[in-house]
């Protein structure tokens, strides 16, 4: 089958695909090449209904790579690799409260993550997307060819806040820089994405000062999440989104104080990024 017989359904304009008619419990080999062939295309897929146990979420993500082992996030005891990610009634934030691309602060950041419903709002707690190819592509010529060579210093917040049930389980050591092309050319497609988190995560250019580097990063985040480079998904139980954090940044929406939402995570690893 190729991605033509699969049946793809754009969410906008700018990136973002459901898949329909798949069960992810049974996929067979063609199957998740087409799927793969959809979530480069279009940098973040869909598939809604999936009633999968947590073994059969490992086998399917083993299928993307290798899973990525966190040395202090809560995990399902019996699956280290799968991250439960909690949101309480009373809790005031979610779990990655910003727009982000998973794991940037460490030298090889995650390539893909897929993130499974189980327990959903019955609104809100949706999350959004941004195309990071479109954001370097509708840059200027002049834009494009002063940031061409300049490297980005991404530093871990161990002092964000976390839902209650996000603590870590060990203690957290301090985190080194790591440094990553502000344009990425992304391993698989070729195509360069403009490569960066919000502030607080991607804090300087290389070379420069925080102070110097700001106004530059600043732009080129506001430019990178307007709403015409974005998806948003709204999830249901059973939902399964699986996305490259090579070209796209997320951003779960914290709307729905007074209800509990939970969601199972797993990363694949990633590469190194130049
Ligand atoms: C994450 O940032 O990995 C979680 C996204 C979400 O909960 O929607």
Known sequence: M????????????AMGAEIHGVDLARLDDKTFSAAHQVLLDYGVIFFRNQNITPMQQMA??????NVHLHPHMP?????????????????TTVFGANWHTDQMFTPTPARYTLLYAKQVPPVGGDTLFANLYMAYDTLSEGMKNLIADLHTISI???????PAAMKPTAPEVDAQPAEHPLVRQHPETGRKALYLC?????????????????????????????????????????????????????????????????????????????
């Open 2 to 13: 190729d991605s033509h017989q699969l049946a793809v359904v754009p969410l906008t304009g």
């Open 60 to 65: 399917f993500a083993k299928r993307w790579g």
């Open 75 to 91: 995990c399902l005891a019996d699956h280290p690799g799968i991250i439960e990610i909690i949101k309480k009634e009373d809790d």
């Open 156 to 162: 871990y917040d161990k002092k964000k806040k976390r």
């Open 198 to 274: 919000h502030i607080g995560i991607t804090r300087q250019i290389a070379g420069m000062t925080e102070e110097e580097s700001k106004p530059l990063l600043t732009y080129l985040f506001n430019h990178a999440t307007k709403p015409e480079f974005t998806c948003r998904f709204r999830w249901a139980v059973g939902s399964m989104a699986i996305w490259d954090n090579r070209r796209a940044l997320h951003y779960p929406v914290n709307d729905y104080y007074g209800y509990r939402r939970v969601m199972h995570r797993i990363t694949i690893e990633g590469e190194r990024t130049f």
